[in-house]
């Protein structure tokens, strides 16, 4: 007999089930410079729940007001997925978890304290006593809001196994249902962790009461490794995160655990709830909301994960796929780069494109943007293809709330004389012009939006990628800016890179007014009225 999600499962083929617990809006964004809009932690909350994650960590409530509001907004809105907060052990983060998640049908509690030594002495000050006092206390607690709590020990992989066995059986007493074991500071190895897991299997008395999850950090390079072993040993929820973002050098990556136990079944006889084919949409969700790319050589998800560069590998490709292909970029929702339309195409078969490329539920005004600048590309460029759409609809859902919008720009670069930028924005409805010059365009066209809209951020990133091949390809470019230690991304797309820049700034400015609009609106009102 065997729970998952707390119901008795008998049958041999549920024993196997891995339940997956993503925590990229949690750990994921203490990756630095990875924070994410409200906006977009529900767009990603929304592709997670369609993707089959089965509980999503929404957020540390009690860490800002800005973390408290997504776990409420993303606990109204999953449709399958089970929301989870994180609380240290304090009644107050406890209450704050349970205050954000509390509108959602069910959801997950996760409480943590330190077990080590290292960390009890050092970080928490306490005895192991007063940490078994605390366990007792929190979980209990905990469990007054809902039946489904997880309790973790941080830095579990360095904790003395004798006193790791008394907390985690005490704290499935208290009524933890999932206990995860975290690496905090990714020290383990595949063969300790595996003994750590099985240690707790053979000597915990009521393990059978818990399920069993691991979480693991990727500073050695070993976080999907050491997450294997886990299971493998009989932990039976991974903790993990997409792109395997996180703090460091990051967590576990999702799409490469769950791709590692599909095509190597024979070995790893599991199973999860993820529609695999909506991985690369996840990646990319995730990518474009933190403005962090992601490497071209990453497993699974980077553009070159599945490109045959030398003549021998296209040979044996092209004689047989299984040559040099162990999944198929279809399996992960990579698809053969497609020609898709041209300049004759109509709004209809643009619509059915968007149903296609998974915007089926974008709002008329969305595609009607989007399907002008489409005719416009399709004029310009001699090809259009899928990722050329899906840029030019991410940009148009980018706009849709801007009060700072990009009505003309003209550059005159070159050698010799210095850069020049002339700009027209729109600005609160208002139009304004200015011309700069800079130490190249991009400074210019830069120099001219601060003119236009004094501010006073600074520019972390700038960033430029080709969409899709060839000189007239669109370029994606990405910019993160920050304020007062609040950062935003902003992205753009566009043929003229010079244009792409200049309406990614805007809109990292855009999501950065919104913002303070939030955090100090009356201040920000004083702002306005004073016409900056
Ligand atoms: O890495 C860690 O220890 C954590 C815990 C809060 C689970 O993220
Ligand atoms: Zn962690």
Redesign the pocket.
Known sequence: MYYIYHQKIDKMEDKNRIIIFDTTMR?GEQSPGASMSLEEKIQISRVFDELGIDIIEAGFPIASPGDFEAVTAISKILKKSVPAG?ARHTKKDIDACHEALKSAKRFRIHT?ISTSSLHMKHKLNKTPEQVIDSIKEHVTYARKFTDDVEW?C??GTRTDMDFMCKTVELAIKCGAKTI?I?D?VGYTVPSEFKKIIETLKNKVPNIDKAILSV?C?NDLGLAVANSLAGVSAGARQVECTINGIG?RAGNAALEEIVMAMKTRSDLMPFKTGINTKLISKASKTVSNATGFPVQFNKAIVGKNAFAHESGIHQDGMLKNRNTYEIMTPESVGVKKTSLVMGKHSGRHAFKDKLSDLGYAGVTDDVIQTAFGKFKILADKKKHVYDEDIIALVDDSLIKESNVINLKSLKVFAGTGEPQKAEMTLEVYGELKKANETGDGPVDAIFKCIKKLYPHDVKLQLYQVHAVTEGTDAQATVSVRIEEKGKTTVGQAADTDTLVASANAYLNALNKMIIKREKTAPEEFEQERMKGI
């Open positions: 750990d994180l943590f973790s941080e830095d995860n975290p905090t979480h950090h703090e």
